[in-house]
């Protein structure tokens, strides 16, 4: 599966930073660079839709705009963004992308 999606839970998330930041109607625009050693960089914010270039790849998942660069779209095929509890009160948005090479799939992803 190529399409870039995000879960409810980050959706909803999303939702409510859009609604807190009053930027209710700009899509969300993912990206990633590669770094020196490899990893993988993410970002992620709201997009002046003035910004966005014809070459853009757009989806729409969960309710929520997502506009990806055609640079970044390669690397970011086929990933999830979720939004969870990594430490007790600590959330975080996170990338589920299998073109990660420090992605290292669940069980429950497998199947």
Known sequence: ???VSITETAAQQVKKSALESQ?????LRIAV???TNG????????DDVGNAKGE??????NGVDI??????????KG?????????PK????????PNDPNYKPSASDET
Do not use: C, R
């Open 56 to 61: 853009d790849i757009s989806y729409h998942s």
């Open 67 to 76: 506009v990806i660069a055609k640079t970044s779209y390669e690397l970011l």
């Open 1 to 3: 599966m190529d399409e």
């Open 39 to 46: 990893s993988f960089h993410y970002g992620m914010g709201f």
């Open 79 to 87: 990933t999830v963004v979720d939004y969870a509890e990594l430490e």
């Open 33 to 35: 660079t590669v770094q």
């Open 23 to 27: 930027t209710e109607n700009l899509p």
């Open 90 to 97: 600590q959330f975080h948005f996170i990338f589920l992308n």
